[in-house]
């Protein structure tokens, strides 16, 4: 299973859509998610989205971010909207797999995408 995700650079104030895609033997996909780390931060939450789409934000960027996914392409958007300086990070998505029909769900990471916010 892999999780591929694309960023990019983008001016304050401005907008970036994220996308990633989960590829390989997937059975089922439950919660997916963005996380981001800034450079001597700790990885944080950005936001996720269930199965069911119920979704889940940062204090940070609620009204200014949306997580979206797409359950029958296997991925999961988010579009950066009033983009700060504060946003540079390296952003990460993760899904909730299951391989079969019984098999346990493991969570997968994207290997990361940097997003530069210049002011």
């Known amino acids: 299973v892999q999780l591929q995700a694309l960023g990019g650079l983008v001016q304050a104030a401005g907008s970036l859509r994220l996308s990633c895609a989960a590829s390989g033997s997937i059975f089922r996909i439950n919660n997916m998610g963005w996380y981001r780390q800034a450079p001597g931060k700790r990885r944080e939450l950005v936001a996720t989205i269930t199965s069911s789409f119920s979704t889940n934000y940062a204090e940070s960027v609620k009204g200014r971010f949306t997580i979206s996914r797409d359950n029958a392409k296997k991925t999961v958007d988010l579009l950066m909207n009033s983009l700060e300086p504060e946003d540079t990070a390296v952003y990460y998505c993760?899904?909730?797999?299951?391989?079969?029909?019984?098999?346990?769900?493991?969570?997968?990471w994207g290997q990361g995408t940097q997003v530069t916010v210049s002011s």
């Open positions: 993760n899904a909730d797999i299951a391989l079969g029909d019984s098999a346990p769900m493991v969570i997968y």
